[in-house]
C-alpha cells in the first residue's frame, strides 16, 4: 500500500465496510493509546443541560392550574385545531 493511501477519507471508507463490533474494537483500542488526559470531552461533546436547569425553566411565580382550566384549555385547543 502507498502512504496515499493512507489518508483518512480513505480509511474512514475501509474502517465503514467493518462490522460494528470490529469498528468498536478500534474505537477503544485509539482511545485506550490516548489515554484519558488527550481527550477533551467538552469540546468534542454539545453540552446538554440538566435536570436541575430543565426544572428552572418551568419554574414560575404562578401557581398550576386546576384540572378544570387544563381541561378548558386542551378543549379550547381542539375547537382551534379542528373547528
Do not use: C, H
Not at 23 to 47: H, N, V
Amino acid at each position: 500500500m502507498k502512504s496515499s493511501d493512507f489518508t483518512q477519507a480513505n480509511i474512514l471508507e475501509a474502517v465503514a465496510k467493518w462490522s460494528k463490533e470490529d469498528q468498536l474494537k478500534l474505537i477503544r483500542s485509539l482511545l485506550y493509546q490516548l489515554g484519558p488526559d488527550d481527550i477533551d470531552l467538552k469540546a468534542t461533546t454539545p453540552r446538554r443541560p440538566t435536570l436541575k436547569e430543565a426544572a428552572g425553566l418551568l419554574k414560575n411565580d404562578n401557581p398550576a392550574p386546576t384540572d378544570e382550566e387544563v381541561e378548558k384549555l386542551l378543549r379550547e385547543r381542539r375547537e382551534e385545531k379542528y373547528g
